[in-house]
């Protein structure tokens, strides 16, 4: 009899999303329901907002906020000051926004929106490296091709599989792209002491 | 500038939910932003779902699906078969449904909604101690009064001072209401020489 069916539906969407399981999307669920009718309302509401006032930008796919329901490019790509040769690709925004804090970065992105693992690419989001691809084709026909590709995905197993797919592929495309990694080595603040095997190697192969 | 409005909107709405940090709804609402829009309105309709087929129940506060506008009491209270002398005392529904697994228990519940911690009651869910108070006066009056109350609440200092408080509101009403806890001890399966003390203590205590 218990939890109800409304209930079970909720559970089920809910443990979709990454980072929440059956039992934590069960108590969300009895959390909601013991909620004013007016929370209730503005938990639709401000979910509402957010599929209805954003869009993913058809170059990078950042979701944006389009000022007009013709406008296809967020901030970033439409921005003319900055570089539009270098495309930075991250697997998820909030690796943007971290890299977008150091405002060192003057060059634009492409969120992948997933990884390789193995042989299948990891569930979830949808998965751009095909839109990559003809983003970097299509660009190289036009004035400004891309000279750079930086692959800023985390250095896991399935970050490295994924880098090298991706190098693999647009090498494919024989078009004098360069291709970079971000560096490797020890993080500021931490002690050598403490370092993995693989972190030192990696700190002294790229020393300078 | 990122992340944008409605994405700051989500995140402050969704980060008030119990286990959920504003990093994680920050990639909540980055993934929600990916799926089609026919999973977002699957989203929006099953949490709306949620919200209107469901109801908590005057008595003891969980949620139910009633067969009609005028239906208030959930299944459990409204079933002639259980004992409604006893209330079993839980904090949440979670709870409830762990006891009701066991099908040893006849009597009835209370959803709690939250715990007592030093002087103010826990935030989130409504905490439902007067109502609990008022049902068992109105009981108290009608032909089946309450015999027991069960505080089946975590033991933990929250849980302890909570169940301190209750049995102290329950002695108040003089209503000569017997006020029981569950039984503490060595869980089974568990090993002795790796019990702490005060479980230890207990078991000790409780032996029979």
């Known amino acids: 009899m218990l939890p109800h069916k409304p209930i079970q539906d909720f559970v089920k969407i809910i443990s979709l999303l990454p980072g929440i399981g059956p039992r934590q999307a ?11 009718p007016k929370k209730q309302q503005e938990f639709i509401r401000t979910t509402q907002g957010l599929f209805s006032k ?11 906020e389009p000022r007009s329901s013709k406008e296809k490019l967020c901030e970033i790509c439409r921005d ?49 490296l095909p839109q990559l691809i003809q983003r970097v084709k299509r660009y190289s026909k036009s004035t400004r091709p891309i000279r750079e590709i930086i692959l800023a995905l985390n250095p896991t197993s399935e970050g490295n599989l994924t880098s090298y797919y991706i190098e693999k592929a647009i090498r494919n495309l024989n078009l004098n792209i360069k291709i970079t990694r971000l560096a ?6 931490g002690e050598i002491e403490f370092a993995d095997s693989e972190t030192l190697i990696n700190a002294l192969e790229g020393r300078k």
């Open 26 to 36: 069960l108590r969300l669920a009895y959390h909601l329901l013991h909620l004013s």
């Open 54 to 64: 954003m869009k993913l930008c058809s170059d990078c796919f950042l979701p944006f």
């Open 80 to 128: 003319p000051s900055r570089d539009h040769s270098v495309i930075c690709v991250v697997e998820k925004e909030t690796d943007l926004l971290t890299i977008e804090k150091t405002k060192k970065y003057h060059g634009v992105y492409h969120i992948l929106g997933g990884l390789y693992s193995g042989k299948k690419k990891k569930q979830g989001a949808s998965f751009t």
């Open 184 to 189: 490797r080595g020890i993080p500021s603040g």
